[in-house]
């Protein structure tokens, strides 16, 4: 059962949450309980995105590799895809997509979040990190999240794996354990085994790096 759950192959460990999102059932209670913190404080926890099945993952990943989606360099700046060669293309969608099989979004333990309240207005959320910060809608929650660790925290502060997102909040105990789990073999059966993937060649290639940095969030070596 955990190779599945770990690349996001089925949805039988997931409760539903809000909004038509779904969670990990043992992530839950705290999720309601850290939501009812913030809402101690006027801030409005709600999640944009939970739980994303490997073939949605895939559409992302394989609609950036043949150019129907932009490519964005680590600045965040829209790349010209017929400028670029398979391999920049490769590097370029990991500025800010996972392969498929490798995101933490396929446990149901991440969550990427704002605050509603700032929202209400019809002001469109964009899941930037200028947002979070300075005087941007979503500061306020983003500096109480550092304050309230406990439960969960963000695996992407160090830009070691993918750019910094100050959005992304992963469920400590269920998140850590997924991750120890998570063997170099299972992503490697998982790849070999999608005979829909692109850019195939280019994650066999890189598969023992790309494990460290973006599954085990080991950093570049
Ligand atoms: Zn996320």
């Not at 409760?15 to 209670?29: A, M, N, R, S």
């Not at 809608?137 to 830009?159: C, Q, V």
């Not at 354990?177 to 692109?198: G, N, V």
């Amino acid at each position: 059962m955990s190779f599945e759950i770990l690349t996001g192959r089925t949805k039988s460990h997931l409760v539903p949450l809000e909004h038509g999102l779904f969670i990990h059932k043992d992530c839950y209670d705290d999720y309601f309980r850290l939501k009812g913190t913030l809402a101690g404080k006027k801030l409005e926890l709600r999640t944009a995105s939970s739980f994303r099945s490997y073939e949605h993952q895939r559409k992302i990943w394989n609609d950036k590799a043949d150019g129907k989606r932009a490519l964005r360099s680590k600045t965040g700046i829209t790349l010209k895809y017929d400028e670029l060669n398979c391999e920049e293309i490769f590097w370029a969608i990991l500025n800010w997509s996972s392969i498929p099989g490798s995101s933490r979004h396929h446990w149901g333990t991440d969550i990427d979040i704002y605050d509603h309240s700032q929202y209400k207005d019809g002001k469109v959320l964009k899941l930037a990190n200028e947002e979070y910060q300075g005087s941007g809608p979503n500061s306020k929650i983003s500096d109480a999240l550092f304050e309230h660790n406990d439960l969960f925290y963000r695996p992407y502060l160090d830009g070691k794996s993918y750019q910094m997102e100050l959005w992304h909040l992963s469920h400590k105990k269920q998140g850590e354990k997924l991750q120890s789990l998570y063997t170099y073999e299972m992503f490697k059966k998982s790849i070999e085994m999608d005979s829909e993937l692109l850019l195939k060649e280019h994650i066999l290639k890189n598969l023992s790096y790309l494990y460290q940095r973006y599954i085990q969030l080991n950093g570049a070596h």
